[in-house]
């Protein structure tokens, strides 16, 4: 069956970085593209990024830009986001989501927390 | 683009029908999905392309609407149906959401 499974969140101080990443399996990811979603907690849902199938295509939310990149291993069947330089509003749970349609698979999320 | 999703919050009892609207700041023709999410668990859809059920959804959910003002309808409430929905445009990026609808029991 389809599956998403986020991992690489944790506790991290302003200012610091953490990967995320997202096993796929059940279906076949190298042919859609993917997003990052994130919740802070009590929060509605928030689009952090995208990648295309085949990486030609990547955007980000103008509260990540420039300090967030998603990427992704389609031999590994994987995404990745890599969180730089994070801030205490980063603090979230982040999903990846895709599929062959819209919001078809969610992974259940991993927390971020960034505190000092 | 902008999403205003109202109301914020809403109660009801079952058997109630109950509507939440989406109102985009563009056009953004039909490319508007809803989402249900209940607590500490990722949003499932529901309605894609602003009007078709996704497979498996129960009857009693419904969407409408094009352009720039949709709807989303439970016909009769029932007990599992009192958690947060979601609008999110795929229009243009960035997908953005709405600010969610949290539906309380009355």
């Known amino acids: 069956q389809v599956q998403l499974v986020e991992s690489g969140g944790g506790s991290v101080k302003p200012g610091g970085s953490l990967r995320l990443s997202c096993a796929a399996s059940?279906?076949?990811?190298?042919?859609?593209?993917m997003n990052w979603v994130r919740q802070a907690p009590g929060k509605g849902l928030e689009w952090v990024a995208y990648?295309?199938?085949?990486?030609?295509?990547?955007d980000y939310a103008d509260s990540v830009r420039g300090r967030f990149t998603i990427s992704r291993d389609n031999a590994e069947k994987s995404l990745y986001l890599q969180m730089n330089s994070l801030r205490v509003e980063d603090t979230a749970v982040y999903y990846c989501?895709?599929?062959?349609?819209?919001?078809?698979?969610w992974g259940q999320g991993t927390l971020v927390t960034v505190s000092s | 683009i902008q999403l205003t999703q109202s109301p914020s919050s809403l109660s009801a009892s079952v058997g109630d029908r109950v509507t939440i609207t989406c109102r985009a700041s563009?056009?953004?023709?039909?490319?508007l999905v809803w989402y249900q999410q209940k607590p500490g668990k990722a949003p499932n859809l529901l309605i894609y392309?602003?009007?078709t059920l996704q497979s498996g959804v129960p009857s009693r959910f419904s969407g409408s609407g094009s352009g720039t003002d949709f709807i989303l309808t439970i016909s009769s409430l029932q007990p599992e149906d009192f958690t947060s929905y979601y609008c999110?445009?795929?229009?243009?990026?960035?997908?953005?959401f709405g600010q969610g609808t949290k539906l309380e029991i009355k």
């Open positions: 989501m895709g599929g062959p349609g819209p919001g078809d698979y």
């Open positions: 059940g279906f076949i990811f190298s042919n859609y593209y």
């Open positions: 990648i295309s199938s085949s990486s030609t295509f990547i």
């Open positions: 563009q056009d953004i023709s039909s490319n």
């Open positions: 392309d602003a009007s």
């Open positions: 999110q445009q795929l229009n243009s990026y960035p997908h953005t």
